[in-house]
């Protein structure tokens, strides 16, 4: 089973942030939190990973909470290319074979 | 880099035959990991190889089942094909070293009629 939940979906103006929440109450302190992100019939893509402090790269910014129980992913200024449905998962850091499970995820779409 | 590429793309297969379908990671990946997609299951992970080992498997009937050759570009095969196998098949790789970010493919489209 996924280590996370997900709000099934979300609205978003085109130009605003989106603020995307995962819960992974049950995260161990070696467990890194992974966002995804599948637009209609590709690939899933990787976004952005964190342990415990804030992240940010090109394309969007990872906000852990202290408890580090919850985090947000935030696409600051949403556009259409970015509706999608987008992951959040939890896996071990010092490990490349840890089976990574995912969940339903956060189906996102960018309102023009 | 070239991506993760997938072949075929589509595919349609009557129930009770057998499939092959091929991935070839990036470049230097040499973990390979297969998931199924269906809209009801949602992304499943099936296997994953490394230096041609299975390292980890999923919760899947023995039909499905995979390989990885020397040049870390992987199969997977799943016999006696029955109408609940209609999914997309995605294969991703992974560098060797921390994040261990997956990179997938386009996937496989299968339909068993």
């Known amino acids: 089973d996924a280590k996370t939940t997900q709000p099934p979906s979300m609205d978003c103006a085109e130009g605003r942030a989106a603020n995307l929440p995962c819960n992974h109450s049950?995260?161990?302190?070696?467990?890194?939190v992974y966002w995804y992100r599948q637009i209609h019939s590709q690939g899933p893509q990787y976004i952005i990973h964190?342990?415990?402090n804030n992240e940010t790269n090109e394309m969007a910014s990872l906000i852990i909470t202290e408890d580090r129980k919850s985090s947000t992913l935030i696409l600051p200024h949403a556009t259409l290319r970015d509706t999608a449905v987008y992951y959040c998962i939890v896996r071990a850091s010092k490990t490349s074979y840890d089976k990574v499970i995912f969940g339903p995820g956060t189906s996102l779409s960018v309102i023009p | 880099k070239a991506g993760v590429t997938q072949t075929p793309r589509y595919l349609i297969k009557t129930r009770g035959q057998q499939v092959t379908l091929s991935c070839s990671p990036i470049s230097g990946h040499r973990s390979v990991s297969w998931y199924q997609q269906t809209p009801g299951q949602g992304l499943q992970f099936l296997f994953e190889y490394f230096s041609e080992t299975q390292r980890n498997k999923g919760n899947f009937p023995g039909r499905f089942s995979g390989r990885q050759f020397s040049n870390s570009r992987s199969e997977m095969n799943v016999s006696t094909l029955e109408l609940g196998d209609s999914a997309l098949y995605l294969c991703?790789?992974?560098?060797?070293?921390?994040?261990?970010?997956?990179?997938f493919g386009p996937g496989t489209r299968l339909t068993v009629t």
């Open positions: 991703a790789s992974s560098p060797d070293r921390f994040p261990y970010e997956q990179y």
């Open positions: 049950t995260i161990s302190g070696n467990e890194y």
């Open positions: 964190g342990l415990k």
